[in-house]
């Protein structure tokens, strides 16, 4: 049963929307108004939670590793110390990062030890507990982007329009209600909304700087900080250099796949509108054309930075589905119709099938096939940590291949340690083209690398763990694997990493890898 306060707030938006009549409804129309009568706001809301929940948790691809270490990583750190062993990256120790996402799984990772701590869960139960957390609450925020998104559209198409379903959901409320007076734009001008609006505003600003403040335990302002390393220093393109025209050519197509065609048809519509209906009033108008400058300024203002990537340009597919579903629905709409006059060709059939297998298709393959065993690894080596031997680990991979702390979770005995792809910060930028990072020296001839930073293997690795738990126990400091190897006698051998019962690499260098661990058990 919905809450009171959630069914006023839906009542109160749905009689504050404008109130928009629909062009005559044919056979098809008509049945998709009975379809959306019979489902309340609340209902929407409740399956698109459950919707993304169960697609979080079936997930078993790994996408991108800022989703790790731009979030969890530091998470981990807020929750449970600077000795928890998280990975905190270069960006984090130079104050480009805003702390206020990380509290938030921060909070997260805190109250499931309450829980485990209440219901006493087992190690393997709390561990599952820990993984599956973050994914129920970033789901819960993209349900909640997706309901208001929907909202969104029923500001601009009208209370219940099929236009809006098609956008698929934000919530913009900017239209007068009442003795409210409005501008030339149709947008209301009202002091105590605008007081309001400012006031959250403030709020919001207030609760990340404190944050940053908290993590960073001095006042920082990370927003001017990311703009100087990435277009003063330009540090950006020690992750690669882009074309000006990346987001035209490459963005928007990977952003929107079959979509794209409807988005700049709904891009052209909002810019450079014809004759308004007069069903449709003047803020459906504005916002459509506020919705498409922003799709363009955006894209426009990341040009200036030499890294582009498509995840950059996200929060524009929202408005560009607001955007593209008018085009979207009077293309395929007729084919709903019984009515054989109003039927259209085989090509709008075909082209909807199209589009409807070929999102299927990629979503199948991109949440369960694509990079699975940056995963599958971790899972595998939870499972040989038996929390009484040594469980050491070598990540011989592109730097950030694999999730770190917030998988191989709380033990005392799995360390790991990994290549690293630190940013020249310490050269001038005429030496930043010739600079290799840790993981560039490795990849440039591996077998060389390892003769260099980790000597000759040992023939029994178990030997090795042994001499690092021993000198643990001599030394009182815990290995962390990126500080020291030790030699045969258990005595510690400064810069030089340590070899690790398990090494994880890639496919293409087992051939390698094979001639470099020969003789070694």
């Known amino acids: ?20 009549q629909d062009p005559p409804k044919g056979a098809g129309r008509a049945m998709l108004q009975r379809a959306k009568e019979a489902a309340t706001a609340q209902d929407i809301l409740l399956f698109l939670i459950a919707l993304r929940i169960l697609n979080a948790l079936s997930i ?9 270490f731009q979030s969890l990583e530091p998470a981990w750190q807020i929750a449970f110390g600077a000795d928890s062993g998280a990975w905190i990256t ?21 109250l499931c030890v309450g829980f485990g701590k209440l219901y006493q869960l087992s190690p393997m139960a709390h561990g599952e507990l820990l993984l599956a957390a973050p994914k129920v609450t970033q789901a819960i925020i993209a349900a909640l982007g997706d309901y208001y998104t929907w909202k969104l559209g029923e500001r601009v198409y009208g209370r219940g329009s099929i236009e809006a379903w098609a956008a698929w959901p934000w919530h913009w409320s900017l239209d007068a209600a009442g003795d409210e007076k409005v501008d030339e734009y149709g947008l209301r001008q009202d002091l105590d909304t605008d007081l309001a609006e400012e006031l959250a505003k403030s709020l919001v600003l207030a609760i990340s700087a404190i944050a940053d403040r908290l993590f960073y335990q001095q006042w920082v302002f990370p927003p001017f900080r990311f703009l100087y390393f990435n277009l003063a220093r330009s540090l950006s393109v020690h992750y690669g250099r882009n074309d000006w025209h990346y987001y035209l050519s490459q963005g928007f197509p990977l952003l929107l796949t079959t979509f794209l065609p409807f988005a700049i048809i709904g891009l052209y519509q909002s810019l450079f509108p014809q004759d308004s209906p007069p069903s449709q009033p003047l803020l459906t108008t504005t916002i459509k054309r506020q919705l498409a400058t922003t799709s363009f300024l955006i894209p426009f203002a990341l040009s200036f930075i030499s890294h582009k990537e498509v995840r950059f340009i996200y929060p524009l597919l929202p408005p560009l589905h607001i955007l593209s579903a008018a085009p979207f629905t009077d293309y395929f709409l007729p084919l709903l119709s019984p009515t054989p006059r109003q039927r259209k060709t085989t090509s ?18 991109t949440t369960q096939l694509h990079q699975t065993a940056p995963l599958t690894v971790l899972t595998y080596l939870r499972s040989r ?40 910060l310490h050269l001038p930028p005429s030496q930043h083209s010739t600079y290799l990072d840790e993981a560039d020296q490795f990849y440039q001839s591996p077998s060389h690398w390892l003769s260099l930073h980790l000597g000759r293997p040992p023939k029994n690795p178990s030997e090795q763990e042994a001499r690092l738990v021993a ?44 001639v470099v661990l020969k003789g070694t058990g």
Not at 7 to 12: C, E, G, I, K, P
Not at 486 to 501: L, M, N, S
């Open 1 to 20: 049963m919905a809450s009171p306060a959630l069914s006023q707030a839906s009542t109160a938006f749905e009689n504050d929307a404008p109130q928009i």
């Open 60 to 68: 078993r691809t790994f996408f991108q590793p800022d989703e790790y």
């Open 90 to 110: 270069w960006e984090w120790k130079t104050q480009l990062r805003s702390a206020i996402h990380p509290v938030l799984f921060a909070a997260v990772y805190c």
């Open 348 to 365: 709008r059939h075909l082209a909807l099938i199209l589009i409807l297998s070929l999102n299927l298709l990629l979503a199948i393959f």
């Open 385 to 424: 940590d038996s929390g009484s031997r040594a469980t050491n680990v070598a990540f011989l991979a592109p730097c950030h291949s694999t999730p770190w702390r917030s998988h191989l979770l709380h033990s005392s005995t799995l360390k790991a340690w990994a290549l690293s792809c630190e940013p020249p």
């Open 471 to 514: 000198l643990e126990a001599a030394t009182g400091v815990a290995w962390n694997g990126d500080a020291y190897s030790v030699d045969e006698k258990g005595r510690k051998r400064d810069k030089k990493k340590a070899w690790t019962g398990y090494l994880v690499f890639f496919e293409q260098l087992e051939g390698e890898m094979k």
